[in-house]
């Protein structure tokens, strides 16, 4: 018996259950690539999978069914796996902790996966299920979604027929989207060089962070600790000398980051104190600074041992720190033509020293090319008269907002005449991989949806219950009603 095992609809809550004991983070998905390959082959459905590990699976249509247009179902199987410190399980290897609280779904100490598990789960509920009546379905589950939508950039299209696709990697229920934001991972290369010095080291921790999706969240200014331990070293660096031994921060760079950790050299006992003091000053300036969004942001800082140390050379200490500093963050534009939706922004994601390079990546978003265009050329530009260099991966395209959608105005209709209420036809900031699937299928008309999953990408994620009820018995009904616009 499993902890989802008393919910409805049981085929939905089993299958995600399922998924969550396969260890699936984005860097670990060929267990469960395979699985949904022996799930289609165990029920003779056709499958194919590709050297990205991403999924193909279809099925004919059911008995009677009289339309002769295909249907894509699409979602991801990869989730981003975070977890809390201390917690002893390992995303690797071993199945997830689930809770049922208040309604919700939750894993403790840990990322859900619900993003985008729930949308697996459905598929393999639908694919399941011959009473269920249903155009020809081609089910797309891709990989590397969380870093880049790398599986839908990989997937060959050639063999898909489909003329519509319905996406269920949306967390809001009752917003259909009918566009989305492109972007692209920017990473600065620095590479290491070091020096031998005397001092005494001070550890610093920027914690306690409320951290987001750096597409839906961004716009909530919420303090990224990557961001904030650059503005401390440089004001640091205006009131006293110290050397930079290591800083490290993110996961993820489509998270803002909740932590970030620095290690610094003074060369004297009696500077320890006094740089001590100053980051305390420092905490009281941010946590003001940050009291709405994130009230509980602590910075701490601790003496270590003295002794002799391999730090960053004063010149590198300064490339990275300026870099940081300098970067814009956040917000960088807001669209003319949708109200209140972000057009572009920036989040420094991740942020690692290695032992041959310091490794900095930022998440580019924006609905217009031109403009995603414009910041991975201010970040290129920043970084290089820094002395660093500069890679691009995971580019993908946006995805045009058209209100004028068949399905999304199908999936509107059900919607409301299901619920009473009016279902909402929009475009977000956060990118899905339609956009890529688009450009691979033109013409393809395309929506997204899914039920409510709050904090996703964080270990505070949970999903409503009851509207992944509502949400499965809307995809059933959007099945059914298909013909009506093939």
Not at 49 to 73: F, H, R, W
Not at 279 to 291: G, M, P, T
Not at 373 to 395: A, N
Not at 397 to 409: R, V, Y
Request: charge should be negative; include cysteine; hydrophobic fraction near 40%.
């Amino acid at each position: 018996m499993g902890i989802l095992s008393g919910l409805e609809p049981a085929s939905v809550f089993g299958y995600f259950e399922e998924i969550t004991r396969i260890p699936h983070g984005s860097a670990d998905v060929k267990v469960i690539s395979d699985y949904l390959v022996h799930f289609a082959e165990e029920r003779h459905l056709e499958v194919r999978q590709d050297e990205a590990l991403n999924v193909v699976i279809k099925k004919p249509a059911s008995a009677g069914y009289d339309c002769d247009q295909t249907l894509m179902i699409q979602g991801h199987m990869d989730m981003v796996a975070v977890q809390d410190p201390g917690t002893s399980i390992d995303m690797t290897k071993d199945p997830l902790e689930l809770e049922i609280k208040d309604g919700y779904v939750h894993a403790k100490g840990t990322s859900l996966g619900g993003d985008d598990g729930i949308a697996v789960a459905m598929a393999l509920a639908i694919l399941d299920d011959d009473t269920i009546e249903h155009p020809a379905l081609e089910v797309v589950l891709t990989t590397g979604e969380e870093i880049g939508m790398l599986g839908a950039d990989a997937l060959d299209t050639s063999d898909l027929k489909a003329k519509y696709l319905l996406n269920l990697d949306s967390e809001t229920e009752g917003e259909l989207l009918a566009g989305c934001a492109g972007g692209a991972a920017v990473t600065a290369h620095f590479p290491v060089q070091t020096v031998q010095k005397v001092g005494t080291v001070i550890d610093i921790t920027v914690e306690g962070l409320i951290g987001g999706h750096s597409g839906q969240d961004i716009d909530k200014q919420r303090a990224n600790a990557s961001v904030i331990m650059g503005r401390l070293l440089y004001e640091l660096r205006k009131d006293s000398l110290y050397s930079l031994i290591s800083i490290n921060g993110g996961e993820k760079d489509n998270a803002i980051t909740i932590r970030s950790d620095a290690r610094i050299l003074v060369d004297s006992n009696e500077y320890v104190e006094p740089i001590i003091d100053m980051i305390h000053a420092f905490e009281k300036k941010v946590k003001e600074e940050y009291r709405v969004t994130d009230p509980d942001i602590s910075i701490i800082a601790r003496a270590g041992e003295t002794g002799t140390f391999t730090a960053l050379t004063d010149v590198l200490q300064e490339q990275i720190c300026s870099t940081i500093f300098t970067m814009p963050y956040g917000v960088q534009s807001m669209s003319m033509d949708l109200p209140g939706l972000v057009e572009s922004s920036l989040n420094l994601g991740i942020l690692s020293t290695k032992n041959d390079e310091i490794e900095i990546t930022w998440s580019v978003r924006s609905s217009i090319q031109s403009i995603k265009e414009l910041l991975i050329d201010k970040i290129t530009c920043i970084v290089e008269t820094f002395g660093g260099t500069v890679t691009i991966s995971g580019d993908y395209p946006a995805w045009p907002f058209n209100p004028g959608s068949k399905i999304s105005g199908l999936c509107s209709r059900i919607y409301e005449k299901q619920t009473g209420k009016k279902a909402k036809i929009m475009s977000m900031h956060a990118g899905v991989e339609c956009g890529l699937l688009l450009g691979k299928m033109p013409g393809l008309d395309i929506v997204s949806m899914g039920p409510t999953l709050l904090d996703i990408h964080t270990t505070r994620e949970h999903m409503d219950i009851a509207s992944v009820q509502r949400t499965w018995k809307l995809v059933l009904e959007v099945l059914k009603e298909f013909r009506t616009i093939c």
